[in-house]
């Protein structure tokens, strides 16, 4: 009788593998769709906002800033965001960073405007720039 039961195991091997690759596949869907409303959700938000993305780019091109709209995304939990190496410097050149690629925070307040219910961030006329992740989360 034992061995009966292990044959019957064994037999229902296959069952229980097909089961899994189907989750596995309803997984990747789920995945897959998720990624594709993430894409939709960013055309869209890229698109609706696209003339403050333009202007923002003419202002960038008179600065001889060579960002293009590559360089620009959005982040569901942040926005729209320009992302270029040393693009704050670049728009600003009076902020200088150190050698160990800081700023001092005493510049950037003379440089910036801050306003005391957007933690983290820094405003000038026409963007604005955030601080990393790390110091945000240490100024809340």
Same mark, same amino acid.
């Given at each position: 009788?034992?061995?009966?039961?292990?044959?019957?195991?064994?037999?229902?091997?296959?069952?229980?593998?097909?089961?899994?690759?189907?989750?596995?596949?309803?997984?990747?869907?789920?995945?897959?769709?998720?990624?594709?409303?993430?894409?939709?959700?960013?055309?869209?938000?890229? @698109?609706?906002?696209?003339?403050?993305?333009? !202007? *923002?780019?003419?202002?960038?091109?008179?600065?001889? $800033? %060579?960002?293009?709209?590559?360089?620009?995304?959005?982040?569901?939990?942040?926005?729209?965001?320009?992302?270029?190496?040393?693009?704050?410097?670049?728009?600003?050149?009076?902020? @200088?960073?150190?050698?160990?690629?800081?700023? !001092? *925070?005493?510049?950037?307040?003379?440089?910036?405007? $801050? %306003?005391?219910?957007?933690?983290?961030?820094?405003?000038?006329?026409?963007?604005?720039?955030?601080?990393?992740?790390?110091?945000?989360?240490?100024?809340?």
């Amino acid at each position: 009788m034992a061995l009966c039961d292990f044959v019957i195991h064994i037999n229902e091997l296959p069952a229980i593998r097909s089961q899994n690759v189907k989750r596995m596949t309803e997984r990747e869907k789920l995945i897959e769709n998720h990624r594709r409303n993430l894409m939709e959700i960013q055309e869209s938000e890229l @698109k609706q906002h696209s003339k403050i993305i333009i !202007d *923002f780019l003419d202002y960038c091109e008179k600065r001889e $800033i %060579k960002i293009t709209s590559n360089d620009i995304s959005y982040i569901q939990t942040i926005g729209i965001v320009a992302t270029f190496p040393n693009i704050v410097n670049l728009l600003n050149p009076k902020v @200088k960073v150190d050698k160990e690629e800081l700023v !001092d *925070f005493n510049l950037l307040t003379k440089e910036f405007n $801050i %306003k005391s219910f957007f933690s983290g961030y820094l405003f000038s006329e026409t963007y604005m720039v955030m601080a990393s992740q790390i110091v945000r989360a240490e100024l809340i």
